[in-house]
């Protein structure tokens, strides 16, 4: 058992949370767990999380992780993001009992790099605005200030981060849905050049490249490292 404080686990950056990890200090489980806790202590607040996968992080901790350079570091995932049998509503009512019938080849990526996945984070409708507060979910709060926005529209993403739910998180950007809540909550968030990271095979060239994926982390070398492990083309990218 990990004698680290949960409160200070949840101040570590991912790579900090790795290196916990490889050195057996604290155990996959153990971080699955308190960021568990944290979700339940906290998103009634900030309605960041919508799509909780508790058992299946929990079962996923428990068996040997691939030896990737996050493995056993626990993740969020924009709702957008394709993964099978995991809803994939897109934050809009029309597609609120869509679920993905296949995984995306970027959640494929961030399992080889040991993450794992905890749930899915609030987002605009269809990611069209920089705020978030679709009908389907309700409106998402900044930690700092609950009167106040995260932005959008990867707004769930930013406010589970910039609460110390997770250290990282998923998102994506067209117009600045990265950026613009990166921002608002005081993190650090990159939109990598176009068709760095993959969109395929469900979703395939989104726009002619506008959007792209990435994630928003309290550290850049979170940021730098996630690029590391999934950056590069995939079959049916431009």
Known sequence: MSDIPPNELNGLDALALADLVRRKKATPLELVEATIAR??????????????????????????LPDGPLAGVPFL?????????????NGARILANLIAAEDSELALRYQ????????????????????????LFGPCRNPWDSSRMPGGSSG??????????????????????????ASCCG?????????RTPKGPSVGDSISGLVID?????????????LDATAGAAIGDP
């Open 77 to 89: 995932l924009k709702e957008s993001l394709a993964v099978a049998g995991w809803r994939q509503s």
């Open 156 to 181: 769930g993403s930013a406010a589970a981060v910039a609460a110390g739910i997770v250290p990282a998180a998923h998102g994506a950007d067209g117009g600045g849905s990265i950026r613009i809540p």
């Open 112 to 135: 080889r790099a040991g993450l794992l996945a905890v749930g899915k984070t609030n987002m605009s409708e269809f990611g069209l605005l920089p705020t978030t507060e679709s009908q």
């Open 214 to 226: 990435h994630i928003l982390s309290r550290s850049v070398r979170d940021s730098a490292a996630l």
């Open 187 to 195: 993190l650090f968030g990159l939109k990598p050049t176009r068709a």
């Open 39 to 64: 979700i339940e202590a906290l998103n009634p607040q900030l309605n960041a999380v919508v799509t909780p996968a508790f058992d299946r992080a929990r079962a996923a901790a428990k068996v040997a």
